[in-house]
């Protein structure tokens, strides 16, 4: 369960009371907590619940003693105030089980800017209510509050204005993407967005999925100078295709000409004017450009950073943006080349001459060619690498659009996305020589592992559900599932999700869909109802996964089980499962019919207590008839059968009868059948199988 928590690692939980430590001591397992509480309450209040370590309390302020009975345990010694201040630095993340006005107090000191603050949680005593108190975008106190929340049972308090719009923070609007956040007047402009106030979005580069989870009512005006060829100004192929809500300057709807924007956000790989703005704005940066490196050997590393600055000053483009470096193969051993990299945390991408031969660049170099068999590095690199198949070519869904592999921009056919010619940099004071060009790649470099959470919701009530699976659909950027699936669990998504609803059909596109995702770098919840590995997606992705020649590790896959339907089925007449089982789904979508009716003879013969799923479509309507004819050749006409439609659901309706009466009952593709064996029995409204054919118990 800790893995879900990994982003809010290292994470402190406070007690000062026998009650409070109670609260919060599970969290230490599940969430992966140290859970500090005073010394005072392992000498006196918990003394039989909690035994410290023999020089307990001989030690000074700011050594903690493990304490024996309670994992990821620690004490405290002094004042509080001064442990929350020793802790403050290292930590990302706070949960409190105190007064709320008490933690006001311990952190004000403490309070820098919502840039770098740990994210604060307050949970009150009797575990109800879970409030994210401070940093709650940037620092994720919001979405550690809804996590906690699920792991306790209680109700997240968030207080935010935009995330009661349903709208992401603004500061946090390509946290998923990987962008960069740039220069701008954050407050103001996050302010214009809770008062509804009309906010310009200029989006020249970067995805377009956040567009299309916006609520109908959101303040948002899009339009603005595209000539950069953003994802967002073009029509996007055909695949669920809708052009993205933006506008040309002279196109923006009248209302806005009217009253005209409040605030503006620039999404953008430039640098916007140095002048002082008519309104509030701020920049977001996609990481869409690369660099391409060409370099003398020996080159020094402060003259590829004074190289790379320069150029990006002399094109007004932002270092933000820049996703990585590219340079030909025979550069991989670099020095220079390697420490830059190293130091700004950019990937290095190499490419051979062979490759790099067969780019169309602007400016060619016969020396160059000799030199290292191609006539181009710098600008070669740096359009292999723009060009690159490592991200998906996903860039939208819904309102913002898709489009489809190998669908480029008409600027980068001509020269694959070059922005920057190259550029000749040499100095007086430091070795070597450098070669610089830049391109622009269609989808921004995330700079992130994507994982895969296969969940299982059970029957449909979050009840049913996994405290883990519930906290996985929290903590995903992307849920992706049938729609009914989705809408039974509707109350877990948080503002900035995407969330991606596919036809009941479309199983194997959910799951090229959600690796693609997961491969750029998301972290991706793939949605199916009772459990994920029992007919559900789970099998699909692994096995999409498995034909793509995955590793095993990036993306990182977790299978989150469920209640399934054979289980919640049983559960609502009886105990008609409590001898041998077997499940068959009539659906010959994926499996010959052959194959089903061989099974479903054995089944009957064995004796299996066993269940339908998927027993009746429109289309499909004889399957049923012939399991139940196939039954009936080694059964009794009145062997008792269940038919549960939407177990735990609004809608359920449970029915028990006899295997020659069956058909008699409507059913259909939301609905599971049970057969009992030769020794189940109906006593009152419940179908019971004994635990052995002895007739005694065991």
């Not at 309450?41 to 003693?65: F, M, W, Y």
Request: aromatic content about 6%; glycine content about 8%.
């Amino acid at each position: 369960m800790s893995k879900l928590f990994q982003d809010f690692q290292p994470l402190a939980a406070i007690a000062t009371t026998p009650t409070a430590a109670q609260r919060l001591q599970p969290l230490g397992q599940t969430v992966g907590a140290t859970l500090w509480v005073p010394e005072s309450l392992t000498n006196t209040q918990l003394r039989s619940k909690i035994v410290v370590e023999p020089d307990a309390g001989t030690r000074g302020h700011g050594d903690a003693e493990k304490i024996n009975n309670w994992e990821n345990t620690q004490v405290y010694t002094g004042s509080l105030k001064n442990h929350i201040a020793s802790l403050w630095p290292n930590h990302r993340a706070f949960v409190f089980c105190l007064a709320t006005g008490a933690v006001v107090r311990l952190i004000a000191p403490l309070l820098q800017d919502k840039s770098c603050d740990p994210a604060v949680v307050v949970v009150d005593q009797a575990g109800r209510f879970v409030i994210s108190l401070s940093s709650g975008h940037q620092g994720g106190a919001d979405q550690l509050a809804q996590l906690i929340a699920q792991q306790l049972g209680a109700t997240a308090i968030i207080t935010g204005a935009v995330a009661d719009l349903g709208l992401p923070g603004i500061d946090v609007l390509g946290v998923p993407f990987g962008w960069c956040r740039g220069a701008g007047d954050w407050t103001k402009v996050s302010a214009a967005v809770a008062c509804g106030e009309k906010v310009q979005v200029i989006q020249e580069a970067g995805s377009c999925l956040w567009q299309s989870q916006l609520p109908a009512s959101h303040p948002f005006v899009f339009g603005g100078d595209t000539e950069m060829g953003g994802v967002g100004t073009k029509h996007l192929g055909d695949n669920l295709s809708v052009k993205p809500k933006l506008y040309s300057p002279n196109t923006l709807p009248s209302d806005s000409l009217t009253t005209g924007p409040k605030a503006r956000i620039w999404i953008s790989p430039k640098l916007q004017s140095g002048e002082t703005p008519n309104i509030p704005e701020v920049q977001w940066h996609p990481r869409v450009l690369w660099v391409g490196i060409g370099c003398e050997r020996g080159t020094s590393k402060q003259l590829i950073e004074q190289a790379i600055q320069q150029t990006c000053q002399d094109y007004q483009l932002a270092e933000l943006a820049i996703a990585g470096i590219a340079t030909i193969d025979l550069k991989a051993d670099e020095v220079g080349l390697l420490e830059f990299c190293e130091q700004r945390h950019f990937p290095l991408r190499t490419f051979p001459a062979q490759m790099l031969n067969s780019v169309k660049v602007p400016t060619p170099s016969t020396i160059v060619a000799a030199e290292v068999g191609t006539p181009s590095v710098a600008e070669a690199t740096a359009i292999c690498a723009s060009l690159s198949p490592s991200t998906p070519v996903y860039q939208g869904h819904g309102d913002a659009g898709t489009r489809r592999r190998g669908e480029r921009t008409t600027h980068q056919n001509q020269m694959g996305g070059l922005l920057v010619p190259k550029q000749i940099f040499k100095s007086a004071t430091q070795p070597g020589a450098v070669t610089v060009a830049i391109a622009q790649a269609e989808v921004e470099y995330t700079g992130r592992t994507g994982q895969l959470f296969l969940i299982g919701t059970g029957p449909g009530q979050l009840e049913q559900m996994t405290l883990a699976a519930k906290t996985a659909v929290v903590q995903a950027d992307a849920v992706i599932g049938y729609s009914l699936y989705l809408d039974l669990i509707s109350s877990l998504r948080r503002p900035g999700q995407i969330i991606e609803a596919l036809p009941i059909t479309q199983e194997r596109q959910r799951a090229n869909r959600a690796i693609e995702l997961a491969q750029w770098g998301l972290t991706v919840a793939v949605i199916s109802s009772g459990d994920c590995g029992i007919y559900g997606m789970a099998g699909l992705v692994l096995e999409e996964l498995r034909v793509r020649d995955w590793d095993g590790k990036i993306p990182g896959v977790q299978l989150f089980p469920g209640i399934t339907a054979l289980q919640a089925a049983a559960s609502r007449v009886g105990v008609p499962l409590m001898h041998d089982f077997c499940a068959i789904s009539l659906s010959d979508l994926l499996t010959p019919w052959e194959v089903i009716a061989q099974r479903l003879e054995a089944a009957a013969q064995a004796d299996f207590v066993t269940a339908l799923y998927n027993p009746r479509s429109r289309s499909r309507t004889q399957q049923i008839a012939i399991a139940q004819a196939t039954f009936l050749k080694y059964r009794h006409p009145q062997t008792p059968v269940a038919i549960v439609r939407c177990a735990y659901r609004e809608d359920e309706q449970i029915t028990l009868t006899t295997l020659d009466k069956m058909l008699d009952i409507p059913i259909d593709m939301l609905t599971t059948v049970l057969i009992g064996n030769q020794s189940t029995a109906i006593y009152g409204d419940w179908m019971i199988t004994p635990r052995g054919y002895l007739g005694f118990a065991e």
